[in-house]
């Protein structure tokens, strides 16, 4: 295992708050706000994190949560990752109260475009770029993810448009799948809120602009030519109904794509289990696995 920085900070981090969890320690980047675009004035920024005595290494975009509504890159859950030898990328976007769907794919697909044009400024290998998120994050890294190469999804944000935006193998955490299926399958207690959050995403419901909803979801752009995906959800998740992992695995085993599943029995929307010494391990192996 490769060791760097990051686990001591979190360590220290504990031993000064002793009430804080691990996945609520936001270490130091490597590198921090690094304009990737600019748009209508505002300048969209990502934090590089960078693994201690390993070459070249991949490189993995980290996507926040936040009901496509709030948060930034500093929370950041997956830096343990940085241990194993990978790269991150933590990048900010326009959230759905500046701006609705597709600003958030536009802004993370000109986000890949400027770290693959300036890889060798950084010292990571562009030619290996995975991308990894949780919640919200999650279902926007499923989209980019099934979207290589989507013209009407890549946007003008940004520069460097002689550079791809594809990525080769995606971690979702929790994350929707389907926005024409995501109310009805919510609980009670949550759809309210759920609804709220999507028709901000969209700037109308799913069931007023069912093509637009679509154009949102992972499910309904997988092809036989998707990279590799990990899907890891609760099975009592009351936010993110477990079902919308359930679509997204199911699409991927009709083209026969490579994925795995994993589901975390008891777990709720989230909690440190998602990011343990057994999860990352996982997810680690997963990814080291298929960005070789």
């Known amino acids: 295992m490769v060791r760097s920085k990051f686990g001591v900070l979190a360590v220290v981090g504990l031993l000064l708050f002793p009430g804080m969890t691990l996945a609520q320690q936001w270490p130091e980047p490597t590198a921090a706000d690094i304009v990737y675009a600019v748009v209508d004035g505002r300048e969209l920024g990502l934090d590089l994190y960078l693994p201690d005595g390993v070459a070249n290494p991949p490189l993995l975009v980290w996507i926040h949560g936040g009901a496509w509504q709030r948060r930034s890159k500093v929370e950041i859950y997956s830096t343990a990752l940085v241990d194993e030898g990978f790269a991150i990328a933590s990048v900010d976007f326009r959230n759905s109260v500046d701006a609705p769907f597709p600003a958030q794919i536009h802004d993370i697909k000109a986000a890949i475009r400027y770290l693959r044009a300036n890889a060798s400024r950084y010292g990571y290998d562009a030619s290996r770029i995975g991308i990894h998120g949780r919640s919200s994050g999650g279902h926007l890294t499923a989209l980019v993810g099934t979207t290589n190469g989507h013209r009407e999804l890549e946007g003008k944000v940004g ?8 990525v080769q193998a995606v971690v979702s955490y929790f994350g929707a799948s389907n926005l024409n299926t995501i109310l009805p399958q919510s609980t009670a207690t949550h759809r309210p809120m759920r609804t709220e959050a999507v028709a901000l995403l969209l700037g109308v419901t799913p069931e007023q602009a069912p093509e637009l909803a ?32 359930h679509e997204l695995h199911g699409k991927y085993k009709e083209y026969d794509l490579p994925v795995s599943f994993e589901v975390l029995h008891g777990s709720a929307h989230g909690g440190d289990a998602f990011f343990d010494e057994q999860r990352t391990r996982l997810v680690a192996d997963f990814l080291h696995r298929h960005l070789r």
Do not use: W, Y
Not at 159 to 166: G, K, L, N, V, Y
Not at 226 to 236: R, T
């Open 159 to 166: 520069a460097h448009f002689d550079e791809s935006s594809d």
């Open 214 to 245: 679509a154009l949102a979801s992972p499910v309904t752009h997988v092809d036989a030519s998707d990279p590799p995906l990990l899907l890891l959800h609760g099975d009592q998740d009351p936010q993110m109904p477990i079902n919308q992992a």
